[in-house]
């Protein structure tokens, strides 16, 4: 059943917040789900939207979902109102931060879960972070790329979210985007090459890739690059992962 989009209030906020390091301490409570629709603990978003629940196989699939269902909203609210994400978070939570057998849960920093105000400098800093609002900004900004971002499940965040997508001047360039769906991503099994997100700076692997690209951007400007210009500059050791050779991880 399809309930009204809104928001977390400062109170709200706060108690999902304290439930969310509860659980990081081994609590196993249940999500609060009564703090989405108290008026107490909650205020209406302009817009009338809705949503209802949903599984989500992929971060992709919860990203796309999330572009339609939150068209009704003002952008302004969408793009500098943690306390929707937030209340969408609270909302997805069992799949954000799925129960495990035990009915523990694996809980990652807070931020992939309650993000701070935009008075907060660590908002946008942890922007990208938080499970939906990262992965429904990818695929707003690059509806037809950044596939390598989005290839987990919505609980994971793995190594190219955090090298990539957490740095603004690196995931918001259409070319960067692009070019690591074109090294990376395995279109037939979709999910990541192989070793292409190991954490070693090895050859042609992703940390080397924001190596070289940080090394371009002193002499490029990169904004102005196709992805097959940026392909181009690239040094060879990055050649053995275009294409489909290289094996899925």
Excluded at 53 to 60: A, D, E, L, V, Y
Excluded at 94 to 105: E, M
Excluded at 128 to 134: F, I, P, S, T
């Amino acid at each position: 059943m399809s309930i009204a989009i809104r928001k977390l209030n400062e109170k709200g906020t706060a108690q999902f917040a304290a439930y969310v390091q509860e659980i990081r301490n081994g609590a196993t409570a249940p999500p609060p789900l009564g703090l989405l629709e108290d008026p107490n603990t909650s205020l209406p978003v302009p817009g009338g939207a809705a949503i209802e629940p949903k599984t989500f196989p992929t971060r992709g699939d919860a990203a796309k979902y999330l572009v339609g269902a939150l068209a009704k909203v003002p952008q302004a609210e969408v793009d500098h109102s943690p306390a929707l994400w937030n209340w969408l978070s609270l909302y997805f939570f069992d799949q954000v931060c799925p129960p495990l057998a035990s009915g523990k849960r694996k809980v990652l920093k807070q931020y992939h879960y309650v993000l701070p105000p935009v008075s907060d400098p660590e908002h946008f800093r942890h922007y990208y972070r938080h499970m939906l609002a990262g992965a429904f900004r990818i695929r707003r900004q690059h509806p037809s790329s950044g596939k390598v971002f989005l290839a987990g499940a919505p609980h994971k965040f793995d190594d190219f979210n955090e090298q990539v997508a957490s740095r603004q001047e690196l995931i918001s360039n259409p070319a960067i985007v692009g070019a690591l769906d074109v090294l990376y991503y395995d279109p037939a099994m979709k999910r990541p090459k192989r070793g292409a997100g190991s954490n070693k700076r090895k050859p042609g692997t992703l940390r080397r890739f924001v190596n070289v690209i940080q090394q371009l951007d002193l002499t490029y400007d990169l904004y102005s690059l196709s992805t097959d210009q940026l392909l181009d500059l690239l040094p060879r050791e990055f050649d053995r992962w275009r294409g489909s050779e290289a094996e899925a991880a």
